[in-house]
């Protein structure tokens, strides 16, 4: 079983669905687990007549604070404890370097349900996961999922 | 999570995905589906391979074997998991492997976009905590004669046997002559 589980997580509650199952490996091995959100590098914000209302690193903070806060209640919401980490970046790529600093022997995640057409062109995050990572990867899809 | 799938096809790269397929359904109490895909036109009876492989995860863990034959192999797995009541499909992938990546991991991502539960691959050089020793060496290849694993191509006592018999036919059509 995973001893260490990283759990990416969008804020979508599609992408929530992933923890029941996770908390369940979690309690049978013992795991650790750390949620993980990441989130675009923000840019500074600007006001209607051009001035900046917020630089970027207080975007940063206050973007974090509220992943922080969104992923801690979702966590106890689950009954997982886990560590919480946010990170700012392109998501694929931060999935696989926050899973090689973490040591990650599990990447559990939920699969957007994304139309052919977006598949075709972008390609979800956990597909670009799976193929840029040496982890095993457990996807799950919610729209075909049993309880 | 009672029946984990573990689609194989006989690889390297499958061989960690059996490892971890046996370690979940050990730990979970589950029992191990073994599956092989093969084409339409092969015969659908287990294979002695697939009964060695079934051997390899020991008595601790059930085990049942199945051959299902059909194209396309993600399709067929997909089915099968529906048919079984499967919560885990465990797949082998070649992972960071480049070009062939685009040839060769579509099976898995096929099984990933349709499967009706969540869907577990293991990257073939799959990346080892420090504590833990590294895998010995994993028979590569199967031998096509006997379908042990061997090294070669064809295994030593098989080229054995078979260069043996061609001697002895060779030897008793001169005698004829």
């Known amino acids: 079983m995973p001893k260490r589980i990283l759990v990416p997580l969008d804020l979508t509650p599609e992408s929530r669905s992933v923890l029941p199952l996770v908390a369940e490996m979690a309690r049978g091995g013992g795991a650790a ?13 600007g006001g209607i007549d051009g001035r900046v209302v ?33 990170r700012f970046g392109e998501p694929a790529h931060e999935i696989v370097r926050e899973a090689e600093a973490f040591g990650a ?35 799950y899809r919610p729209r075909h999922g049993r309880a | 999570m009672r029946q984990i799938l573990f689609a ?4 390297a790269c499958s061989e960690e995905a059996r ?5 979940y359904a050990w730990q979970l109490g589950a029992r191990i589906h073994l599956l092989h895909v093969v084409w339409p036109t092969a015969d659908p009876t287990p294979k002695p391979q697939l009964q060695a492989l079934a051997a390899e995860f020991g008595s601790d863990v059930p085990v049942v074997t199945a051959v299902e034959s059909g194209m396309p192999v993600a399709e067929r797995i997909v089915d099968y998991a529906e048919r079984h009541a499967i919560d885990l499909i465990v797949l082998g992938t ?3 492997t480049g070009v062939s990546r685009v040839l060769i991991g579509s099976v898995a991502e096929r099984v990933v976009r349709t499967a009706p539960c969540p869907v577990l691959t293991v990257p073939c050089r799959l990346r080892r905590g420090p504590d833990e020793a590294p895998a010995a060496a994993l028979p590569a290849y199967h031998c096509p004669v006997c379908a042990r694993p061997s090294e070669d191509l ?20 001169e005698q004829g002559r």
């Open chain 1, 33 to 45: 687990v750390r949620l993980l959100h990441v989130a675009p590098v923000p840019g500074s914000v």
């Open chain 2, 19 to 23: 490892r971890v397929a046996r370690d």
């Open chain 2, 94 to 96: 070649h992972g960071r």
């Open chain 2, 154 to 173: 064809i295994c030593e006592p098989c080229r054995a046997r078979i260069r043996g018999e061609a001697l002895e036919r060779k030897r008793r059509e």
């Open chain 1, 105 to 139: 022997d599990l990447i559990a995640l939920a699969a957007r349900s994304g139309g052919p057409l977006s598949r075709l062109v972008l390609g979800s995050t956990s597909e670009q996961v799976c193929h840029r990572t040496d982890v095993p990867v457990m996807v």
């Open chain 2, 8 to 11: 194989t096809d006989f690889s």
């Open chain 1, 54 to 86: 917020a630089y970027a690193d207080q975007e940063t903070e206050r973007l974090e604070a509220e992943a922080t806060d969104y992923l801690r209640t979702t966590a106890s919401v689950a009954g997982l404890a886990g560590e919480i980490v946010v």
